[in-house]
């Protein structure tokens, strides 16, 4: 897409664009950003899950897998972030900087529950999840046969592992007065 045609189907002055964005680069953080402040009206997280459930992650990550072409714009923008001076680089760092908090406010939350281990650090857990995340994003973009099942099934057992799920889910059991242990 040409700023030329941007200027067009916006109706805003192609001098104003470029004022506004002076390379493609800052004009493509412009849309994530724009797409971030939509998804934050649409979904905030940390007010709709008082209590992380699979259901509601398994939500958040087929409506993540169904805009295909926002993840493909992300990944071309992490490939950009690997420059310091491009503007992908702070967009992305401070955009996985708000990421990692909320998944350590969550996983704080499961270890209060009793469903991730204790003695885990979530900030710690949190940039794991995030890194899990990301991989398989890359993997899904690559892979046509790596579909949004698979992407959810490989994530779910990703968090059970990184949480110590099955580990505390074998330690409730234990502690059942009729398993007498």
């Not at 189907?9 to 680069?25: A, C, M, N, R």
């Not at 259901?55 to 897998?65: A, P, S």
């Not at 996983?107 to 995340?133: F, N, P, Y």
């Amino acid at each position: 897409m040409t700023v030329i045609r941007i200027s067009t189907e916006t109706g805003i002055p192609q001098s104003s664009v470029l004022y506004h964005f002076p390379t493609k680069d800052h004009l493509l953080v412009g849309a994530m950003e724009y797409a971030d402040s939509l998804d934050g009206k649409e979904y905030n997280l940390e007010s709709a899950w008082p209590e992380l459930s699979e259901d509601m992650l398994d939500k958040l990550i087929r409506m993540r897998l169904s805009r295909r072409n926002r993840l493909l714009l992300m990944a071309y923008l992490r490939g950009l972030a690997t420059q310091p001076d491009n503007p992908a680089s702070k967009y992305l760092a401070a955009k996985d900087m708000r990421t990692v908090d909320h998944w350590t406010k969550l996983c704080a939350q499961l270890q209060h529950q009793g469903v991730m281990h204790q003695a885990l650090d979530a900030k710690r857990t949190a940039m794991q999840i995030l890194a899990l995340w990301q991989g398989l994003v890359q993997a899904y973009l690559r892979d046509d046969s790596f579909d949004a099942d698979t992407m959810h099934d490989l994530f779910m057992d990703g968090m059970r592992h990184l949480t110590c799920r099955n580990w505390q889910e074998f330690l409730t059991y234990l502690s059942r007065p009729d398993v007498g242990i």
